[in-house]
């Protein structure tokens, strides 16, 4: 139980085009998720939290208007980089609250963003 | 959010056990410890997770003492495929908490 999955896994992209990457909970249903992006050797970045039905909370410095969160639904979140450039390379992870018996956060496996 | 210190870099045997330890001093009543391990270009993924004393699953122990400023994951027995950033992570799961990452514990398994 408690699988999050992403989609794409891997995605290549010109400069100047937007990308939007899935994140589902499976098999059960999520009134947060969260999302984050982890460089080369370093830990994983909180960049916002995404709540059903409602706008999402950014962390400082990270640009609302380039990176468009939304929670439609209870299993489903989707990050969407905005006139993407190469500085927005990077691996992004994205994570769902199970408040089930045992309260906690399970991780997708990751989008590994590439632009050119 | 309580803070977390972890060892930057743990190296270890084959076959040993392994303990990593965590620090949080500034651990909040309603906060658990929840460690998770990461592979390169993998999402982390979730280890064991207690409030007190100690908690046992097919893959890890994780000891806390009374005053919960600490904590330590056990891994029994490690293999190669331990190999693997594991993070330690403290908050109230609750509430709204937001995980933040520390750096996390490198551990590498030699032959």
């Known amino acids: 139980g408690a699988v999050v999955s992403q989609h794409p896994s891997r995605v290549i992209c010109k400069s100047g085009t937007s990308v939007k990457i899935e994140c589902r909970s499976l098999d059960f249903q999520a009134t947060t998720m969260f999302w984050y992006r982890q460089f080369p050797k370093k830990s994983l970045m909180l960049m916002a939290t995404s709540n059903e039905g409602s706008k999402a909370t950014y962390e400082q410095g990270v640009e609302k208007d380039k990176f468009l969160i939304n929670h439609a639904s209870l299993t489903l979140s989707t990050l969407t980089v905005t006139s993407a450039h190469p500085e927005d390379s990077s691996f992004y992870i994205c994570?769902?609250?199970?408040?089930?018996?045992?309260?906690?956060?399970?991780f997708g496996p990751g989008t590994r963003l590439t632009v050119l | 959010l309580a803070k977390t210190t972890q060892p930057i870099s743990m190296d270890s045997y084959e076959g040993q056990e392994v303990n990593i330890t965590c620090s949080h001093n500034n651990i909040a009543t309603n906060d658990y410890i929840t460690w998770y391990q990461q592979f390169p270009s993998q999402g982390p993924r979730f280890i064991i997770q207690g409030y007190k004393t100690k908690v046992t699953n097919e893959v890890a122990s994780l000891f806390i003492p009374a005053d919960r400023k600490s904590s330590t994951l056990s891994l029994p027995r490690v293999s190669l495929s331990d190999t693997a950033v594991y993070y330690c992570l403290v908050g109230d799961i609750q509430g709204d908490d937001k995980i933040i990452f520390g750096k996390g514990t490198r551990l590498h398994i030699l032959p």
């Open positions: 994570s769902a609250r199970d408040q089930g018996v045992a309260d906690t956060q399970y």
